[in-house]
């Protein structure tokens, strides 16, 4: 096979914008008739416990060639240093172009997005691609019997979820290394503010919907006790339940995102986190700022 056959992506993130860099990407390679090879490098620094691949979804053993998805496990380093071995272009090259340039160009596309690629001429469909895609993966065994559970226990079509990210800055910056320079510091402040909002905002939030069940969700024990200090017996705090399970952080949170595109409506700040659980599922979202 050529490089032309290929994408790539690979990217240091959590949960969230790590996910929306490879369904994104899936989808691209899906639309340009290319084949993804997503490394997926293990990462457990950036939360405790573990953050394989292979913590969320089954063993696509037997399945890559349909699903046209190649998983790699190995380190990023290693990952990018066999792509010095291909042709390879960034998709931040190939900027609002139609499907058809990419089925013509002679070159792997690496696809370092976390967002949807928006082709031109492609006509706009109601249907969601890349939640018929998100579908397609088989779940974790231990995932997958949890969310039976909370399925079976929860009504969730007509609740609401609020999702409350909370001071994760000092985790984010001391992930940087001391060699880079101060501008990409102040950059990731940049990005942190951008998506957080004062506890206060969504609480008023939740005023707006009086009659609503509302799932809670957070990594502070604090903002969701506080929810239910305000609201009583409407709060659903399901992280004290999933904590019980012996589910790495990263498997929690996953869990989380899959009850969240359960519900009818998110309360959220935007992250990577809430926006691909909407692009996921029909939950419609309100932003809080």
């Given amino acids: 096979m050529t ?16 996910l929306g860099n490879f369904i994104s990407a899936w989808e691209f390679a899906q639309k340009t008739g290319r084949t993804l090879i997503l490394n997926w490098e293990d990462y457990a620094d950036l939360q405790p416990g573990s953050f394989s691949f292979f913590d969320f979804f089954g063993n696509l053993d037997g399945m890559s060639e349909e699903l046209g998805v190649i998983i790699d496990t190995g380190t990023r380093k290693e990952f ?22 990419f089925k013509t160009i002679d070159a792997a596309v690496l696809f370092n997005r976390t967002t949807q690629y928006k082709f031109s001429g492609e006509a706009t469909k109601k249907s969601n691609f890349r939640a018929e895609l998100f579908q397609r993966l088989p779940l974790n065994a231990k995932i997958s019997s949890t969310l039976d559970r909370v399925f079976e226990n929860e009504k969730l079509s007509d609740s609401i979820s609020v999702h409350v990210r909370m001071g994760d800055i000092i985790d984010l910056l001391s992930n940087i290394s001391e060699d880079e320079p101060e501008s990409k510091k102040r950059s990731q402040v ?24 509302v799932f809670v969700f957070s990594d502070s024990d604090i903002a969701r006790s506080a929810f239910k200090d305000r609201f009583g017996s409407r709060i659903v705090d399901i992280r004290q339940d999933l904590d019980k399970l012996a589910l790495s952080n990263a498997q929690v949170a996953f869990c989380e995102m899959q009850i969240i595109m359960r519900t009818s409506e998110i309360i959220c700040a935007r992250s990577a986190f809430s926006n691909l659980a909407c692009h996921l599922s029909a939950c419609k979202m309100h932003p809080v700022f």
């Fill in 3 to 18: 490089d032309s056959n290929f994408v790539f992506a690979a990217r240091r993130d959590r949960l969230g914008a790590r």
């Fill in 80 to 101: 990018f240093n066999k792509l010095e071995k291909h042709k390879v272009s960034s998709i931040e090259n190939h900027l609002n172009q139609s499907i058809d340039h």
């Fill in 190 to 213: 940049a990005s942190f503010a951008s998506r957080f909002a004062p506890q206060q905002a969504y609480m008023s939030a939740v005023e707006a919907f009086p009659s609503s069940t």
